[in-house]
């Protein structure tokens, strides 16, 4: 699609200067900063300087661009070519810019008529194709925020492009095309040379899980049910072949579609990572993920010694992070977690600038009571001494464990429950119902600028719309003064709290749903810990 026909604007047509101008945006993690390319031709020696704090993927763009200038017909000026990227304080990477510079440099030489608007997002083929590139959908954000709406992208980034409101795209497969729109004396190539980015992905079929394959664990069940209405962080301990890693699989089937705002922070961050021309359409489904035990401080909150990438908590944001065999994590690994689930956003600081990622996500940690794994009930089969098994549970830290909302005993199922003729509950079912939950919880908060009860504020509490009875709160203020829950956890199990009275239809929580709420905070020996 070319862009609206408009009296063309050419950029100082004067002899005195020949600056060329376009935009493109540079990224900061997610954080993009619309940027002004401008091009100079001067009479010195050949050659082509690029300015303005360009890394060396930047700097490997001069070849690509001059390859794609001469593969389309038009090449750029045998003079020396001076880009400048403004801002120059910051950091420019990636071959995002490779078409605004083309396009700028074009501009400089008089080949091409130039709009002031359009922003160029698209890397460069040595053939002149248009490719995509990571970090499209936030791009593409940064400009609409900056009041540039046109943007010029790939072909195959369009489909992404378009996710952004307000964004009135224009999307090619050739440089030629681009040049020709904008008033080159040249004709488009676009069926002449393939495009480079026309390669099938095999999408791997998703396994379709539910609810109704787990048979008995009606407390687990109910818990699962609880986290997924509230957004509440949860903890399974239980031996090994229980049923913890189905449970927590399970959890995204029964959870609300995420809201159009958190599909967007999603996709972005799918954008930056690997996969990012996967990206075509706003995700509904809640995100989950499952990094292995192994998994570095790195692989779990994001980095990189250049562009910087978003980790597995980001990766989960508006979904569930599933830690299994989470005692086998390291615990400085662990407690990483511990900014994130208070903030919901990832704080990345490196010498020269500081990276943000949104990391709002539930918690699902599943371990083993001991290393053996059978130290739950009498213990008779646990071959663990204690030394080996108290080394085992302080790998889940008390700060850490203080804000898991819910900590359920997960116990062995029994021929009884294989048995049973009764069917459980689909996810279906249990999704209907939750969906109940969330209505009834963003009613109310709706005018304290809240959606879910995991975001309530203890201070809020005090409301009258969101108090509680006297005898309920009694008993959580007992259980503060004996040190079994701290102050944190008195907020949250009023949280839970009120997510319980949601999904039983109650107005107001009771004392038995208190009683509830505190204990499924305490029932695996959770309050030694905080």
Known sequence: MEPTPQAPVVLNMHSATRIGRSYSVALTGMKGQLVSVEADIGNALPGFTLLGLPDQSLQEAKDRIRAAARN??????????????????????????????????????????QETGPVFLAALGLDGSLQSAPGILPAVIAAVEAGHTDIIVAKSSQSQAQLVPGAVVHAYQHVTEVAHAFGAPIEPLPQAIPAAHSVARQETPEQVVDLAEIHGQHEARWALEIAAAGGHNLLLLGPPGAGKTMLAQRLPTIMPAMDTSIALEQAAIRSLSQGYDTVTTLPTRPPFQTPHHAATVSALLGGGSGAVRPGAVSMAHGGVLFLDEAAEFKRPVLDTLRQPLETGKVMLHRAKHTVEFPASFQLVLATNPCPCGYGYGTGKACSCTSLQRRRYAAKLSGPLLDRVDLQVTVEPVTSQHLRATSSAESSAVVAARVAQAVKRAQQRLAPYGFRRNHQVPLKLFSEPELQIADTGRRNLEDALDAQQISARGFGRILRVAWTIADLLGSKRPTA???????????NTGGGNHV
């Open 72 to 113: 389309s017909g038009l090449n750029l000026t045998r003079r020396h070519l001076t880009v400048n990227l403004t801002p120059a304080s910051i950091h420019k990477r990636g071959s995002l810019f490779d078409l605004a510079i083309l396009m700028a440099a074009w501009g400089a030489d008089y080949a091409v008529q």
């Open 512 to 522: 038995e749903h208190i009683d509830m709420a505190l204990y499924l905070r305490l």
